[in-house]
């Protein structure tokens, strides 16, 4: 069984960056393909980026059309962790942040495609 858990959440001003980190271990055979979601008081579940590769040799990224250019996600499997780097950071960001694993198939940015699911990290962005 993978175990996931995210850090870096935290409170910044618009325009501000974090990095959320995501620190996978147990059993990582089920981490080719991850995704971070991010959930909203009062709102639904949205996926925010995906990633699907191994290595150096990431073939497929995917990003929801609201952090496109200004978010990124990578993955480091020499200390098994995957990144969100967050720039530009605005104030509809603020959520509480997932990294998920364990993917079924499907789209990347399907929460309901993944089994694995970390506790989360809090991003809050003030105007």
């Known amino acids: 069984q993978v175990r996931l858990v995210e850090s870096g959440g935290g409170s910044v001003q618009a325009g501000g960056s974090l990095r959320l980190s995501c620190a996978v271990s147990?059993?990582?055979?089920?981490?080719?393909?991850m995704g971070w979601f991010r959930q909203a008081p009062g709102k639904e579940r949205e996926g925010v980026a995906g990633?699907?590769?191994?290595?150096?040799?990431?073939?497929?990224?995917r990003y929801a059309e609201s952090v496109k250019g200004r978010f990124t996600i990578s993955k480091d499997n020499a200390k098994n962790t995957l990144y969100l780097q967050m720039n530009s950071l605005k104030p509809e960001d603020t959520a509480m942040y997932y990294c998920a694993a364990d993917f079924k198939g499907g789209s990347l940015l399907d929460g309901d495609k993944y089994n694995a699911w970390g506790q989360g990290t809090q991003v809050t962005v003030s105007s």
């Open positions: 990633i699907v590769g191994s290595g150096s040799d990431w073939t497929t990224l």
């Open positions: 147990g059993y990582t055979y089920n981490t080719y393909q």
